[in-house]
C-alpha cells in the first residue's frame, strides 16, 4: 500500500510539472473486481500537453518510485493516454474525452480525492 501511495504521490508531481489539470484519485482498493488499486485521471489542454504529461509522469514515476508502466497506450493521437503500472492506471485526457468517457464517474461507490490545480 505505501508503494502504490509513493507511486500516487509521484504521478501527480509529474502531472502538475506539465500544468495538468482536473487530477482525480479514485480509490478502488476496495472495491471487488476492480482492474486496479487507483486511478489518477487528469487533463490537459492539447495532444502536445497531453503528451508531456505521459513523459512527465513516466520520468516522475521511474525516479521518485521505481516504477515503470508496463504498457501505455493512445501515444499515437493523444486524445486519450493510458498508462497501466499494475496497482495505478493513469489517465491522460484532453477536455472533450474525458467529459465523454467520464471515467471519474464508473465507480459510484469508490472515494474521490480531488487535487487542486496548481497556478
Known amino acids: 500500500m505505501e508503494e502504490t501511495t ?7 508531481e509529474g502531472v502538475q510539472e506539465k500544468k495538468g489539470t482536473e487530477i482525480s484519485v479514485v480509490d478502488l ?15 490537459g489542454n492539447s495532444p502536445s500537453q497531453v503528451e508531456a504529461i505521459a513523459d512527465a509522469v513516466e520520468e516522475f ?9 508496463a504498457k501505455v497506450i493512445g501515444r499515437e493521437n493523444a486524445i486519450w493516454v493510458a498508462m497501466d ?5 493513469v489517465h491522460i485526457f484532453v ?11 464508473l465507480w459510484e461507490d469508490a472515494p474521490v480525492t480531488l487535487i487542486p490545480n496548481v497556478e
Open 29 to 43: 482498493s476496495k472495491m471487488e473486481g476492480a482492474i486496479c488499486q487507483r486511478f489518477v485521471i487528469c487533463q
Open 85 to 89: 503500472y499494475g496497482t495505478v492506471m
Open 61 to 69: 514515476g521511474r525516479k521518485k518510485a521505481g516504477e515503470k508502466p
Open 6 to 12: 509513493a507511486l500516487v504521490n509521484a504521478i501527480i
Open 95 to 105: 477536455p472533450d474525452a474525458r467529459t465523454y468517457y467520464d471515467l471519474d464517474h
